[in-house]
């Protein structure tokens, strides 16, 4: 089977519980290659867990999520220091004209 081709809901039904289980790694396999999803951070994985759960939802549970969406986050945050070094660099850091606005107001030089 080619995990980047997509069954029909008659064909996904037809297939055995091992064949099936099969396909969906195989296809889970092909989209980490291919960089089309991105990891869940921690907002996003806490929220599914919450509601997928619901008032059932454990401590333990809550903090497995957090777990799972740390990963997430430090990817995102990976994407942004390679986009700005392709950018070539923080601005702030190579012009020291750069004035830079601060929260509760004020400027930095």
Do not use: C
Request: net charge neutral; glycine share 10%; no cysteine.
């Amino acid at each position: 089977m080619q995990p980047f081709k997509e069954l029909t809901d008659k064909e996904l039904e037809s297939l055995s519980d091992e064949e099936l289980f099969a396909y969906l790694d195989a296809k889970a396999a092909h989209l980490r290659e291919t960089n089309t999803i991105k990891p869940l951070g921690t907002y996003h994985t806490k929220h599914f867990a919450a509601f997928t759960k619901g008032e059932a939802l454990t401590t333990d549970e809550l903090k497995r999520a957090k777990e799972l969406g740390k990963g997430g986050d430090e990817a995102y945050s990976e994407s942004i220091r390679d986009a700005t070094q392709k950018q070539g660099g923080d601005p702030k850091f190579k012009d020291p004209k750069v004035k830079v606005k601060v929260r509760g107001g004020g400027w930095v030089d």
